[in-house]
C-alpha cells in the first residue's frame, strides 16, 4: 500500500550510535529515508520541535495485555494485545510464554506464528519479533507466579519441539542455572542463535557464571525472582552487576524494584546493558481486579499483581500493569538517567540483548517507519506504524 510521503521535523532525532540529530526524518512508502539538515522536495513536513522523535519502543518480556495472554493460545488474542501495546508506543514485542505444561507452551507459540503469519499491510498492531520462553526450567524456591508443578529440568528436546511449534521464532528462553544439564542448554541455545537468559533461581554467582560462561547473555528481571545480593553471596544479582557483556532485564515501574536499586544496577552496569522490560499481564491496561495467570488466580491493587491463595490473601508479586514507555518516563523522571538513554534502554538495547536488532529498535534508512513522537517530559504524543499514525 502506497503512503503519501512526509518528513517529521524535530530537534531531538534519535538515531543509532548515541547521536541526537536535529533535522527532518523522511518517511516514503511506509519506511525511513536518511535524515536530511534540509526539508526534502514534495513532502510534507510534521512540525515535531520540542518533540523527542525516537525508535518505537521494544517488549522483550511481556505475557499480554487488555485482557489476553500468550498462554490463552489464541491468535486473535494476540493481536488485540499487539494493537493495546501500539496504542501506548510499543511498535515490536517478544509474547512470552510460562512455565505451563509442555503441550500448552507448544500451542502457545504456534498460536503466536499464527498471529504473527495472519497480519496484512492495513494490521496497526505491536510487530511481533519473537517468542520468549520464560520457563519452565526454573526452581522452586524463586517460583514467583510460575506454577512449580510444571517445573523441570533444561531439555533441548522440549525446546526444539517448542520451536518446531513456532516455525524458528523462538529467540530466547530462560532457565535456573543451578538446574541440571544448564551450562549443556546454554551451549546448545547459542549454537542456534537463541538467547539463553537466567533467572527464578537460587544459583550462586559460581553456578551463574558458569552458564555465561557457556552462552547466557541475559538475566530475567534483575532482583526480582532470585536470591537477595549478600556480600559474601553475590548470586546472579552479583553476577549481573560484574559481567559487562550480558544484559539485565529491568522492571521500572517503581513496584518490583526501588528506585534506588535500579540506580545501583544502572551504576555498576551501565545503562547500555540494561533493557527495560515490563513483564506485563493480561490486566495491563484493564480494571483492577481478580485474573489468571496460567492456571494461577492473581488480583491487581494499587497498580501491583499478585498471586491469590486458597485463604484469599495475596501473596507473591507477578508480572506487572506497566508499559515501557511508562517505565521510561519513570527512569528519567527519578533522575537516574537522561532522556535520550531512557529512550534507549527501551527501544535500541532490548532489540539488540534479545538478537532482533536487525528489524526493530533503531532508525535507520531502509527500515519499516516504527516510531514515537514524545514530549519533553517523555509523554508519549504520537506513534507510527509503518509510517501511519496509530490511532
Known amino acids: ?93 517478544v509474547p512470552t510464554t510460562l512455565t505451563q505444561p509442555s503441550e500448552q507452551i507448544r500451542a502457545a507459540c504456534a498460536s503466536v506464528y499464527e498471529a504473527r503469519c495472519a497480519r496484512g499491510d492495513d494490521f496497526m498492531g505491536a510487530r511481533i519479533e519473537g517468542i520468549f520462553l520464560e520457563g519452565p526450567f526454573f526452581t522452586k524456591k524463586h517460583a514467583g507466579a510460575q506454577n512449580p508443578a510444571h517445573m523441570t529440568d533444561p531439555d533441548v528436546g522440549l525446546f526444539c519441539e517448542w520451536q518446531d511449534a513456532a516455525h524458528g521464532l523462538i529467540c530466547k528462553s530462560s532457565l535456573a542455572p543451578e538446574r541440571e544439564g544448564s551450562p549443556r542448554y546454554c551451549a546448545t541455545l547459542k549454537e542456534m542463535g537463541v538467547v539463553a537468559a537466567l533467572g527464578h533461581s537460587a544459583a550462586t554467582y559460581e553456578e551463574g557464571l558458569a552458564a555465561v560462561a557457556a552462552g547466557a547473555t541475559v538475566f530475567v528481571h534483575v532482583f526480582n525472582g532470585m536470591d537477595e545480593f549478600g556480600h559474601r553471596a553475590p548470586g546472579l544479582v552479583g553476577l549481573a552487576m560484574t559481567t559487562p557483556t550480558t544484559f539485565a532485564e529491568l ?71 506497566t508499559t515501557i514507555a511508562q517505565e521510561a518516563k519513570n527512569l528519567m523522571d527519578w533522575g537516574i538517567v537522561t ?42 504524543e504520537e506513534t507510527y506504524l509503518g509510517g501511519r499514525l496509530v490511532a
Request: hydrophobic content about 45%; charged content about 20%; overall charge negative.
Open 251 to 321: 522492571i521500572c515501574d517503581g513496584l518490583h524494584v526501588a528506585p534506588a536499586a535500579i540506580k545501583a544496577l544502572v551504576a555498576a552496569k551501565g545503562w547500555q546493558h540494561v533493557a527495560i522490560i515490563s513483564d506485563c499481564l493480561r490486566c495491563g491496561g484493564m480494571p483492577e481486579g481478580d485474573y489468571i495467570l496460567g492456571d494461577l488466580p492473581i488480583r491487581v491493587e494499587g497498580g501491583l499483581a499478585r498471586l491469590v491463595g486458597g485463604d484469599g490473601e495475596t501473596g507473591n508479586i507477578a508480572g506487572s500493569t
Open 1 to 93: 500500500m502506497a503512503h503519501k510521503p512526509f518528513c517529521i521535523k524535530s530537534d531531538h532525532l534519535v538515531l543509532p550510535g548515541g547521536a541526537v540529530f536535529a533535522g527532518y526524518l523522511p518517511i516514503l512508502d511506509g519506511v525511513f529515508l536518511p535524515v536530511a539538515r534540509e526539508a526534502p522536495e514534495d513532502m510534507e513536513v510534521i512540525d515535531r520541535s520540542g518533540c523527542w522523535v525516537a525508535p518505537g519502543y521494544v517488549d522483550t518480556h511481556v505475557h499480554g495485555f487488555m485482557g489476553h495472554d500468550v498462554m490463552d493460545c489464541d491468535a486473535r488474542g494476540v493481536d488485540a494485545a499487539s494493537v493495546g501495546l501500539a496504542r501506548r508506543g510499543t511498535t515490536s514485542w
Open 339 to 380: 532522556a535520550e538513554q531512557a529512550i534507549r534502554m527501551g527501544s535500541e538495547i532490548p532489540a539488540v540483548s534479545c538478537g532482533i536488532d536487525d528489524g526493530c529498535g533503531l532508525i535507520l534508512p531502509g527500515r519499516v517507519a516504527d516510531l514515537n513522537v514524545l514530549s519533553a517530559s517523555l509523554t508519549v
